[in-house]
């Protein structure tokens, strides 16, 4: 738990989320700014800030998250759907808390 961190808050239940799906080690809960007709986030519930502070033990985490994206996918009704992860400022990050971003439907997505 990292003070401060808005994802910590809502892994704890400090901060309400539309829940999809909680386990042990991870949660996922709608966006609350979706750029599509779904919009989720899959959330580790340790605080690890980004892709560049994880490491080698992070290796499963990281692999169950993404086995977990088109399972919760499809419960969303999506046929397809595409997944981000934005890293660092530069890489667009606003929330320093390691997530992945699963959103789709409606329209085909642009290529990029
Ligand atoms: P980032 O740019 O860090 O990859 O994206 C952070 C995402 O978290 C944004 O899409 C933003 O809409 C979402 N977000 C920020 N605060 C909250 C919140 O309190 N609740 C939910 N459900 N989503 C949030
Ligand atoms: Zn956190």
Known sequence: MSQDCIFCKIVKG???SNKIYEDDELIAFH????IAPVHFLIVPKRHI????TCEAQHQALLGKIMLLAPKL???QGLKGF???INTGREGGQEVFHLHVHVFGGGET???T
């Open 14 to 16: 400090d901060i309400p």
């Open 49 to 52: 800030e980004s892709l560049l």
């Open 31 to 34: 966006d609350i700014h979706p």
């Open 82 to 84: 595409r997944s981000m």
């Open 73 to 75: 996918a499809m419960e």
């Open 109 to 111: 997505l642009p290529r």
